[in-house]
């Protein structure tokens, strides 16, 4: 025995040392105030999970324990109910070893067991607060197992191993002695509580705090993770108790599994904090939500949440970059219980638990992220899909947790609905390719990230998130994930290739590709970044005005060039608006371009018309340019170019085009071949009859006019080598063939026709070389030719014929009519031919002489028998003979000659005996009515008195009509009436009685009035109201269905 005392005393000692020298090493990081923070965070829990597992070991019902926690000024007092001490709990607290170690097998990983704590060192880290503790608890005696008051100072204060070993030895004696000092009571008649009292100083209270704070953010999980903890109670000294629990707010199912969701109770009542657990036998994973009493909602786990729970949260896990807290009962910590071996070591037998508990984890997490991506009562999904690869740890095989952990939930995520879009549908972020289908904005800045998805949900509306969720799926998003940048929006206007097809592309009613682009450019301007890939020409995504997107390089910016000459351009070299900007498109100041001017273009144009060899676009060229009209105070040239140009090339000149801005220059090339152009096509003519009907002028006087005109805006405006061109002659000669200028001379004007007539007869055609006089220019005094010129020619040819009997035979009836204009101008032939016209008696034949005067006697004759005075007036009746002709009825019908009567006098409109007289001086009035004396005075009464009434009552009824405005109303004629306004309008009315049932016009002023534009005829017949007298009625009158038009 004595021995065995020697060896048990030797082993006392050899434990004392070791016990002391361990707790030495673990003060010594306490001591130095290294990882003050971690220890701190950790304390709390390591109190928390010793009380819990001193009331799994000390409870025969699974009791669960409620933990109290006070801080004072001077005190944080760790309390909880429900436990007790065994000696070999009090041994095993002051010697720093684990009580629950004698029921764990480490040959048997895998299996649960009642406690939690590992090492026995935890409660070490809890001397951060104060290296003196005063523990306040119940001893169950073994022997008797009544229950006795036990308190004592845990004392480690000591700097040696004898130190610790006296704090230890004072340890037992004070527990001892309170032991023995008390009663022992049943286990019924007492209150079991276990107090830790740690007195604080200045130094150590922020680090209480910091360990308060952290029980704060966690307890829900702990709660969650251990059933076995009922409550936790926070006292402080000014803010109060606060109670928090957690109660079951509802079970969901999903698929085979269940999940429930619970709440945070605090003081007993609901708080905004729920949490779904979701579980296996061996594994439970928690994620934060909220609820609004219909639907609810991810939250984020907070960064400074510890990721894995060994029951109790494991501080140092927080980077591990879940979405989601995973808890296991069976996960074994590494000794400072900042993590888990996760290595991809198959000798490890913990790493290998480890990794197996962590992709039961994974499992359960896709799981729950299928069913809430496919119920639309969960929502902010982008919460699940914040993880990533975890931050560098020696407890962290990276390459096996990205493959085993972050890669299955990535590719879950991928392909699950959990993006809700802006139309409002959910779509997964990958299809069953594993192409895109989401867009995610993506800037550096929250600002460009808005700008950038407003831009993308006008494009892409059923692939960009929710306008709201933007910020946070870009927080979340990685490689695999479709980013939106500035960049990728500019490859997308780039693949566009214009407007139309971006218009086409646009989802957005309200806005247009101008409208989009400007507010691109907008963001690439605010952004400072991408723009320079524009500048530096690596998109195309810049509209020229024809739509077409180009690189900056390319473009030009507009500097007010009329598009009237940008069409012109076209015509003949590149559209200038292929190489100028938009008008509408507003780069910004962030993108420069060189200016393009009116004048450029019109050099350009100048330039092009002048050099170039393609002669279809020169002429279109011209004409579109001399179709150009300035807009405001249009130059008499340019109207003058139009008309020319309009009247030869008709179909190509329908209408004139505006200018806004004048610049002559503009036509300081085209006129040239515009006016060359049309020279050449009258040319081309030959002859003014040709060109008359050609270009369809209405008669050959207006044909002249028109060239006389031309001839003269060529010479005036120095086109006048135009008017010389061989081989397109355009002055006529008085033959009407186009000769060039050289070729002919002006006619002096004293030549008359019938000397040209003659001169052409005998062999020499003046008219041939002689400008036709409609034609104005301005020849040398040597290019005129005058009568004398022309009576030289006549007189060479004569002189030798008055010799020659058979030539004069030949040319009687020049020599005729030479002779009539001898005899007609005796002093102009005796000037001009003086020897002619002395032996002018030679040019007639006797037979001639005879006829003429037979003919002149007849016609005295006739013209004395009806009353003709002279050959002027006989010409006069002649004409109003064809005349009346031309209005005879169809056929060979003879119109029924009449009595005139008074009522056809009314009709006539006959008032008195000159008219009378003059009346039937005209051969239509003769033709159609007898008269065998004059008509009596009554009847120029009764047509006189029929005049006026019609007359008056016509004037009367116009006066009361709403559309006639009489105020100035005058009596220019006797039928006719002035001064009217109808709607405003001036207009002249003849009135006439229409009592016969007809209406005869004589009278030159009534035929005069109806011949203008605004002139009505109304008739009054003394029973109905007058009324006008239309076209129309007058066609269904009279049956009239064919009108001849004569102009002239």
Not at 170 to 197: H, M, N, P, W, Y
Not at 459 to 480: C, K, N, R, T
Not at 533 to 554: C, H, M, R, T, Y
Not at 744 to 768: C, H, P, Q, S, V
Request: aromatic share 10%.
């Amino acid at each position: 025995m004595a021995k065995a005392g020697m060896f048990a005393k030797s082993e006392h000692e050899e434990l004392n040392r070791i016990t002391s020298k361990s707790i030495l090493e673990k003060l010594m990081n306490i001591r130095q105030k290294i990882n003050v923070g971690f220890t701190a965070r950790r304390l709390v829990w390591e109190l928390i999970q010793n009380a819990k597992d001193n009331v799994s070991l000390c409870s025969e019902n699974d009791e669960k324990v409620d933990v109290h926690i006070a801080i004072s000024e001077n005190e944080f007092i760790f309390s909880h109910n429900k436990g007790y001490f065994t000696s070999g709990h009090i041994r095993g607290l002051v010697r720093k070893y684990s009580s629950g170690d004698k029921e764990r097998d480490t040959e048997q990983l895998g299996q649960a067991y009642k406690t939690t704590g590992r090492f026995g060192t935890g409660f070490m880290t809890t001397h951060l607060l104060s290296e003196k503790v005063r523990v306040v608890s119940t001893f169950q005696h073994e022997e008797t197992e009544l229950f006795h008051p036990c308190s004592f100072w845990l004392d480690r204060t000591g700097k040696t191993e004898a130190k610790i070993v006296e704090g230890m030895k004072q340890a037992f004696d004070q527990a001892e002695e309170a032991i023995l000092d008390s009663d022992g009571v049943e286990r019924s008649d007492i209150d079991l509580k276990t107090s830790f009292i740690y007195p604080l100083t200045d130094h150590t209270k922020p680090l209480a705090y910091v360990a308060l704070e952290e029980v704060q953010k966690g307890i829900a999980y702990t709660l969650i993770n251990v059933p076995a903890v009922n409550s936790l109670t926070i006292d402080e000294a000014l803010a109060g108790e606060t109670v928090y629990q957690i109660e079951l707010h509802e079970t969901i199912t999903m698929g085979e599994n269940s999940a429930i969701i619970y709440n945070l109770l605090m003081d007993g009542k609901r708080s905004k904090q729920y949490f779904l657990a979701f579980q296996n036998q061996h594994v439970q994973i928690i994620v934060p939500i909220s609820y609004d009493g219909l639907d609810y909602f991810i939250q984020a786990l907070s960064e400074d949440v510890p990721r894995i729970h060994l029951d109790f949260p494991m501080i140092g896990t927080e980077d591990l970059h879940l979405p989601f807290i995973v808890n296991s009962t069976l996960f074994e910590p590494t000794e400072p219980r900042d993590g888990i071996s996760l290595m991809d070591d198959e000798y490890n037998e913990f790493a290998q638990l480890n990794c197996s508990l962590m992709q039961q984890a994974v499992g359960l997490y896709n799981a729950f992220l299928t069913y809430a991506g496919n119920n639309n009562d969960w929502h902010d999904l982008y919460h699940l899909a914040r993880v990533k690869s975890p931050a560098k740890r020696d407890w962290i095989d990276q390459s096996w947790f990205n493959t085993n952990v972050v890669g299955p939930i990535r590719t879950t995520l991928l392909h699950t609905p959990i993006v809700d879009v802006f139309t409002g549908e959910r779509m997964a972020i990958w299809d069953d390719f594993d192409e895109p289908l989401v867009f995610f904005p993506s800037a550096n800045k929250a600002s460009l990230r808005n700008d950038i998805w407003n831009l993308a949900k006008k494009l892409y509306p059923g692939s960009v998130p929710a306008e709201d969720h933007g910020d946070q799926w870009y927080e979340v998003i990685w490689s695999d994930c479709y980013q939106l940048t500035i960049s990728t929006l500019s490859g997308d206007i780039q693949e566009a290739e214009n407007l139309k097809n971006l218009d086409a592309l646009l989802q957005d009613s309200k806005s247009t590709g101008v409208d989009f682009l400007n507010e691109y450019y907008k963001l690439l301007n605010i952004e400072g970044g991408h723009i320079n890939e524009i500048v530096a020409d690596k998109f195309a995504v810049i509209p020229n005005q024809l739509g077409e997107f180009k690189i900056k390089s390319e473009l030009s910016v507009d500097k007010g060039i009329d598009e009237e000459l940008k069409n012109a351009c076209a015509l003949i070299s590149n559209d200038p608006r292929s190489y100028l900007i938009h008008q509408r498109a507003g780069t910004g100041e962030g993108i420069k371009y060189t200016p393009k001017t009116q004048d450029a273009i019109v050099t350009e144009i100048n330039t092009h018309i002048k050099e170039s060899n393609d002669k279809s676009a020169v002429s279109a060229v011209c004409d579109y340019l001399a179709s150009l009209l300035p807009k405001e105070n249009i130059p008499e040239r340019r109207l003058l170019i139009f008309d020319f140009s309009q009247r030869v090339y008709p179909e190509d000149f329908r209408q004139k085009r505006l200018l806004e801005n004048y610049n002559a220059k503009i036509w300081e090339e085209s006129d040239k071949k515009s006016l060359s152009y049309i020279v050449s096509k009258i040319g081309d003519k030959k002859s003014v009859a040709s060109m008359w009907q050609s270009l369809e002028f209405e008669n050959k006087k207006e044909a002249l006019n028109w060239l006389n005109n031309l001839v003269s805006f060529l010479v005036k405006n120095g086109f006048e080598n135009n008017i010389n061109r061989e081989k397109s002659p355009i002055l006529p000669n008085q033959n009407g063939t186009f000769r060039t200028k050289d070729d002919l001379f002006l006619d002096a004007g004293d030549i008359d026709e019938i000397l040209k007539d003659i001169a052409a007869d005998l062999g020499y055609d003046f008219r041939e070389e002689l400008l036709d006089t409609a034609i104005y220019l301005v020849l040398p005094e040597n290019r005129t030719y005058n009568i004398a010129d022309v009576a030289e020619k006549i007189t060479a040819c004569l002189k030798p014929m008055l010799r020659d009997v058979d030539k004069r035979k030949k040319y009687k009836e020049t020599l005729k009519n030479f002779y009539v204009w001898m005899n007609d101008n005796r002093e102009k032939a005796a000037k001009y031919f003086p020897d002619l016209h002395e032996k002018r008696f030679l040019f007639l034949e006797d037979d001639d002489i005879s006829l003429n005067i037979k003919k002149a006697v007849e016609i005295d004759e006739l013209m004395e028998e009806h009353g003709i005075e002279n050959i002027e007036d006989l010409r006069r009746q002649l004409t109003r003979l064809k005349e009346i002709g031309r209005e005879a009825p169809p056929s060979n019908e003879v119109p029924e000659k009449v009595n005139l009567t008074q009522e056809i006098m009314a009709s006539l409109g006959i008032t008195s005996q000159a008219e009378f007289e003059a009346a039937f001086k005209d051969p239509w009035v003769q033709a159609r009515f007898y008269h065998t004396s004059n008509p009596t005075v009554s009847s120029y009464a009764y047509a006189q008195r029929l005049i006026e009434r019609a007359r008056e009552n016509i004037k009367a009824y116009l006066r009361g009509h709403p559309d006639y405005d009489c105020t100035d109303l005058e009596e220019t004629a006797t039928t006719v009436l002035g001064g009217i306004l109808k709607n405003g309008v001036p207009i002249d009315i003849v009135t006439r009685p229409s009592d016969n049932g007809e209406v005869i016009f004589y009278y030159s002023s009534e035929k005069d009035t109806l011949d203008t534009d605004s002139v009505e005829l109304w008739v009054d017949n003394g029973l109905t109201d007058p009324h006008i007298l239309t076209l129309g009625r007058i066609l269904k009158s009279t049956g009239i269905n064919r009108i001849p038009i004569n102009m002239n």
